[in-house]
Antibody, heavy 120, light 107 residues
Framework: QVLLQESGPGLVKPSETLSLTCSVSGYSISSGYYWGWIRQSPGKGLEWIGSIYQSGSTFYNPSLKSRVIISVDTSKNQFSLRLNSVIAADTAVYYC?????????????WGQGTLVTVSS | DIQMTQSPSTLSASVGDRVTITCRASQSISSWLAWYQQKPGKAPKLLIYKASSLEGGVPSRFSGSGSGTEFTLTISSLQPDDSATYYCQQYNTYMLTFGGGTKVEIK
């Protein structure tokens, strides 16, 4: 069974950088698949942030692209999200998930999610 | 960006009812559509991909149909455990977008 677990600070100050890591177990990232980040603002819908392949190839949501970096560490079986210059509107539950194997598509395994609050 | 519009935003139905949720895309997405179920405090769960393919382990009372710009998720006989919010998501382009969600309540 594929398990994903997000980790990182739950509180980030405005203008600083949000950093999260997703640890994967039950599947080797280096074996394939895209791996993605999705967020959900309190009481709101879902927003795709971006996805990365084991090779490091990335696709980003254009609305966030200027502030986002997604990276992968196959030796640790982890992938990470960095979102810089955060504002209050970036407050959300952040999910990591396994994307499709051939391209960015849909997500079949999800982490439990982690709430990140942007506040001074 | 491709906009995804779901209707209704909320529906209330009785156990055993047939329930249909609609998702419309702002442009054709062929059959590149997924459906998810999300319960409060939990991550979304994949139900359907490629518009009508049932994900493994998902009860057969869930089904999806449609192509182009109009899609439906049907629950053939609503069960108490189906109380949740349902989201559609398109993957026709490299910019993935979700619908706004439909909350299903049990009467």
């Amino acid at each position: 069974q594929v398990l994903l677990q997000e980790s990182g600070p739950g509180l980030v100050k405005p203008s600083e950088t949000l950093s999260l890591t997703c640890s994967v177990s039950g599947y080797s990232i280096s074996s394939g698949y895209y791996w993605g980040w999705i967020r959900q603002s309190p009481g709101k819908g879902l927003e795709w942030i971006g996805s990365i392949y084991q090779s490091g190839s990335t696709f980003y949501n254009p609305s966030l692209k200027s502030r986002v970096i997604i990276s992968v560490d196959t030796s640790k079986n982890q992938f990470s999200l960095r979102l810089n210059s955060v504002i209050a509107a970036d407050t959300a539950v952040y999910y990591c998930a396994r994307d499709y194997d051939a391209s960015v598509a849909y997500f079949d395994y999800w982490g439990q999610g982690t709430l990140v609050t942007v506040s001074s | 960006d491709i906009q995804m519009t779901q209707s209704p935003s909320t529906l209330s139905a009785s156990v055993g009812d047939r329930v249909t949720i609609t998702c419309r895309a702002s442009q054709s997405i062929s059959s590149w559509l997924a459906w998810y179920q999300q319960k409060p405090g939990k991550a979304p769960k994949l139900l359907i991909y490629k518009a009508s393919s049932l994900e493994g382990g998902v009860p057969s009372r869930f089904s999806g149909s449609g192509s182009g710009t109009e899609f439906t998720l049907t629950i053939s006989s609503l069960q108490p455990d189906d109380s949740a919010t349902y989201y559609c998501q398109q993957y026709n382009t490299y910019m993935l977008t979700f619908g706004g969600g439909t909350k299903v309540e049990i009467k």
